[in-house]
């Protein structure tokens, strides 16, 4: 690895190259390291006690992304649930004791056998692994562009460099997100008055405020693509049910159906149709926990394996365990319901903007002093492989 404290600064080119690499793997992996770079070179730059800054917390998050994008482990759990879940098997055993009344020879073995594909598994989890690569490029090309601009270029665009009034940050968009900036221009302000900022409380919470403010903004920004990643894997409800059904009636039942529209006629839904709501609910609540559990992990450095559906646990640091500056106390009333404490952090639905902004805040709170954050998420022969445009473990000819 580049030795040279230059080496740490990515230009703004290059963060827009980054983001423009085609294969979404090799991408996630020059992301990662990207963020670990622009973190490098922020805490270089903000000076003491910097090193859990934003970019080294997405350093780790985009790390974690990257097993969602490549496939790793996350069909396997599928799998391993759909064969596995008791009250899932418990449904199974209902409507086939359901559709047996009716004429189906199927048995609970062979639905329970064919679910991955009444789910489209392949498919839901290539649409998981593309939303997932969106918000990943998305959130670099636009907050590590911001902080390649904060460290290569100046904060105002007027003639005189010390006119304390200048337009600042004029390549950031006045507004809310998602479209707007501000949040992002402010966290860039925080970084500069850290700068010159000695008193270690001030800096400390200066630090807090730009992280949960470049934090608030990118979840908003990506909030679409984490819906979408949690949400790929669930299929309507319709859809799934008249799969199901055609499997336990492979020849066709047009009678059948007839007979349940006859029961909801009446308002009595048939014991079929119960069976079948029960089943396609099961299946889609348990999908969305699984993914929603898998995208829910974090792995920080010294051994923190972050659940995040789990609430946070430990001491906030001593810097930060009472918090004084206004401009963060505002924002944190707005977006953190339980102040000054980790209980009910944990997220349960990671779809849900409020519950996943609550954990982030109170991540980067409970972990800015953790040990190790800027520790490089690749081995030497890693980065040399990156920096010539292949993945990891790939040698020059393409093979792995």
């Given at each position: 690895m580049p030795e040279s404290s230059g080496w740490f600064t990515l230009t703004a080119e290059q963060v827009q190259e980054i983001a423009e690499t085609r294969d979404p793997a090799l991408r996630n992996h020059r992301i990662t390291l990207g963020y670990h770079r622009l973190a490098r070179g922020l805490a270089e730059r903000i000076g003491p006690s910097a090193e859990g800054n934003w970019c080294a917390f997405a350093t780790w998050a985009s790390r974690?992304?990257?097993?969602?994008?490549r496939g790793e482990d996350l069909h396997h759990a599928v799998e391993r649930m759909l064969g596995t879940s008791p009250s899932l098997l418990a449904a199974l055993e209902a409507t086939i004791s359901a559709a047996r009344v009716l004429g189906s020879s199927r048995t609970v073995d062979e639905l329970k056998s064919?679910?991955?594909?009444?789910?489209?598994?392949?498919?839901?989890?290539?649409?998981?692994?593309?939303?997932?690569?969106?918000?990943?490029?998305?959130?670099?090309?636009?907050?590590?562009?911001?902080?390649?601009?904060?460290?290569?270029?100046?904060p105002w665009d007027s003639v005189d460099q010390d006119q304390e009034d200048g337009p600042r940050w004029p390549w950031l968009r006045e507004g809310e997100p998602p479209d707007g900036q501000r949040y992002l221009r402010s966290a860039l302000d925080r970084f500069r008055a850290l700068e010159s900022e000695g008193d270690p409380k001030r800096r400390a919470e200066f630090l807090l405020l730009a992280n949960v403010e470049i934090g608030?903004?990118?979840?908003?920004?990506?909030?679409?693509?984490?819906r979408d990643a949690v949400n790929a894997p669930v299929p309507d409800a319709d859809v799934l049910r008249d799969r199901i059904f055609s499997f336990l009636f492979?020849?066709?039942?047009?009678?059948?159906?007839?007979?349940?529209?006859?029961?909801?006629?009446?308002?009595?839904?048939?014991?079929?149709?119960?069976?079948l709501d029960h089943?396609?609910?099961?299946?889609?609540?348990?999908?969305?926990?699984?993914?929603?559990?898998?995208?829910?992990?974090?792995?920080?450095?010294?051994?923190?394996?972050?659940?995040?559906?789990?609430?946070?646990?430990?001491?906030?640091?001593?810097?930060?365990?009472?918090l004084e500056h206004p401009e963060l106390l505002a924002l944190l009333a707005r977006i953190d319901p339980t102040p000054d404490s980790l209980a009910g952090t944990g997220?349960?639905?990671?779809?849900?903007?409020?519950?996943?902004?609550?954990?982030?805040v109170d991540l980067?709170?409970?972990?800015?002093?953790?040990?190790?954050?800027l520790t490089p998420p690749y081995a030497p022969s890693d980065v040399d492989a990156l920096l010539a445009g292949r993945a990891p473990g790939q040698s020059d000819s393409g093979e792995g």
């Open positions: 974690q992304a990257g097993q969602t994008i064919e679910l991955g594909r009444l789910i489209d598994l392949h498919g839901a989890m290539r649409r998981t692994a593309a939303a997932v690569a969106r918000g990943n490029r998305l959130v670099f090309e636009e907050v590590g562009m911001a902080v390649s601009r904060y460290l290569t270029e100046p608030y903004h990118e979840q908003i920004r990506v909030d679409p693509e984490i492979p020849e066709g039942a047009f009678w059948i159906r007839a007979r349940a529209r006859f029961w909801s006629l009446v308002g009595r839904p048939a014991p079929l149709d119960r069976a089943l396609t609910e099961e299946m889609r609540r348990r999908l969305r926990r699984l993914v929603t559990t898998h995208l829910m992990a974090l792995e920080l450095p010294g051994g923190h394996a972050l659940r995040l559906g789990e609430d946070l646990r430990g001491p906030f640091p001593e810097m930060l365990a009472r997220a349960r639905d990671w779809a849900d903007l409020p519950e996943r902004v609550h954990y982030i980067f709170r409970r972990h800015q002093e953790t040990p190790g954050l």
